[in-house]
Nanobody, 124 residues
């Protein structure tokens, strides 16, 4: 059974940092392409980062490039999202998702498996 569990969210001041984790069970994470998405209240779910299963190439949305870093630890079957220089507009529920096809995508409907999400709130 494919299961993804996110953690690491919280309340942080603008300019702060967090590291989100997505722990996988029931499958081998490095066989899958992994995306991080976020959804703010009243807004559509948007892709922010992706790492593909073929060569671990990474992709970022323009709004987060240079501040967010995605990485994977195959030994721990976990993927991380390091988020720095946080802004209030980064406030959202952050989700990890996986798919078997190797190409990265920021379209949420390409991903069949999702975690439950972790809340990130950026506020002073």
């Amino acid at each position: 059974q494919v299961q993804l569990v996110e953690s690491g969210g919280g309340l942080v001041q603008p300019g702060g940092s967090l590291r989100l984790s997505c722990a996988a069970s029931g499958f081998t994470l490095d066989d899958y392409t992994i995306g991080w998405f976020r959804q703010a209240p009243g807004k559509e779910r948007e892709g922010v980062s992706c790492i593909n299963s073929r060569d671990a190439r990474t992709y970022y949305a323009d709004s987060v490039r240079g501040r967010f870093t995605i990485s994977r630890d195959n030994a721990r079957n976990t993927v991380y999202l390091q988020i720095n220089s946080l802004k209030p507009e980064d406030t959202a529920v952050y989700y990890c998702a996986v798919k078997r096809e190797w190409q990265c995508s920021f379209r949420h409907y390409h991903y069949p498996y999702w975690g439950q999400g972790t809340q990130v709130t950026v506020s002073s």
